[in-house]
């Protein structure tokens, strides 16, 4: 069992920049690949990013990439996801999600938190 809790999230200007983290409960963290999705209002929830156990192998969606960065710390049990150069299109609930592998869809997803706010204004 793997409980996630996300902070972070925020009011943000677009071009700025914020850092969401995905704390873990339990000792098997570093055994999941890790994952943020987003949520806006009125639309499914699309993948973001993943991450595999060792940190080693990173994936994200076209929309983000070069611009979010996925990382761990599997010492604190924590992950993290640095937005950079925000758009208001990146407005959406963040989740941070526990998988067996890097993975980019929802159902391939174990465990999941219960997300956190991010507005970016115009």
């Known amino acids: 069992q793997v409980q996630l809790v996300e902070s972070g999230g925020g009011l943000v200007q677009a071009g700025g920049s914020l850092r969401l983290s995905c704390a873990a409960s339990g000792r098997t963290f570093s055994t999941y690949a890790m994952g943020w999705f987003r949520q806006a209002p009125g639309k499914e929830r699309e993948f973001v990013a993943a991450i595999s156990w060792s940190g080693d192998t990173t994936y994200y969606a076209d929309s983000v990439k070069g611009r979010f960065t996925i990382s761990r710390d599997n010492a604190k049990n924590t992950a993290y996801l640095q937005m950079n150069s925000v758009k208001p299109e990146d407005t959406a609930v963040y989740y941070c999600?526990?998988?067996?592998?890097?993975?980019?869809?929802?159902?391939?997803?174990?465990?999941w938190g219960q997300g956190t706010q991010v507005t970016v204004s115009s």
């Open positions: 999600a526990a998988s067996k592998g890097v993975r980019s869809l929802e159902r391939q997803y174990d465990y």
